[in-house]
């Protein structure tokens, strides 16, 4: 069976503090791929990043980074320097390499205080 | 810059009544997905299609959804009768590969 687990559910931070949000999943896939979609309070659904299981390099785009780590089953997003832009609830997502069907974590609700 | 539409972006309706949501995907994307979101089941995937041909609906309750694609451009899904726990958002979105491009949302209150 498919995973995923946001362990964090509301994040408070100030401006320009670092934030790491976790995400660990769960799959006896051997190929998948991982996702990291924001939902800001207007609600729509925006895609971050893509990652493919056999691609473990991290990632950087300006202030976002993603660590993918297979050895702990995790794929963690940082967000360096946080604005009050960055307020949003953030899901993390898996799937099959072989199915597109995303399975998607709970969701962490990121609070950014000016 | 394309996206992925959706119609009505707000629908209120008394239970019983039919329900059609609308959704236009991205030009060229072979693949169309319905989710519905609610605070207390988070994100779930109700139906897809590739190619217009249904490939799994099997998170949808059969007995009063029902999800189409008439041509490329165009996938409803449609809830009748609707009941108070059909109240959600319903995201649509499109993927011509692995990445995903959500709607809008059709958030749906049925008192």
């Known amino acids: 069976a498919q995973k995923v687990t946001q362990a964090q559910t509301e994040i408070s931070v100030v401006e320009k503090e670092d934030v790491t949000l976790d995400c660990v999943y769960e799959t006896r896939d051997t190929t998948y791929y991982l996702f990291w979609y924001k939902q800001p309070p207007s609600g729509e659904l925006v895609f971050l990043i893509r990652?493919?299981?056999?691609?473990?390099q991290n990632e950087i785009s300006g202030r976002y980074s993603w660590n993918f780590q297979k050895s702990t089953s995790s794929f963690n997003f940082t967000i360096t320097a946080s604005q009050v832009v960055d307020s949003a609830v953030y899901f993390c997502?898996?799937?099959?390499?072989?199915?597109?069907?995303?399975?998607f974590g709970t969701g962490t609700r990121l609070q950014v205080f000016p | 810059d394309a996206r992925v539409t959706q119609t009505p972006r707000h629908k209120v309706t008394e239970m019983g009544q039919e329900v059609t949501m609308r959704c236009q995907p991205i030009?060229?994307?072979?693949?169309v997905f319905w989710y519905r979101q609610t605070m207390m089941q988070g994100l779930e995937l109700l139906a897809y299609f590739r190619n217009r041909a249904p490939l799994d609906d099997s998170g949808m309750p059969k007995d009063r959804f029902s999800a189409e694609m008439p041509d490329a451009t165009l996938a409803t899904l449609k809830i009748q009768p609707s009941e108070p726990r059909d109240s959600a958002v319903y995201f649509c979105?499109?993927?011509?590969?692995?990445?995903?491009?959500f709607g809008p949302g059709t958030r749906l209150t049925v008192t």
């Open positions: 997502a898996l799937s099959g390499y072989n199915t597109d069907k995303l399975i």
């Open positions: 030009l060229g994307h072979n693949t």
């Open positions: 979105a499109s993927a011509e590969g692995a990445e995903q491009y």
């Open positions: 990652r493919n299981s056999f691609d473990e």
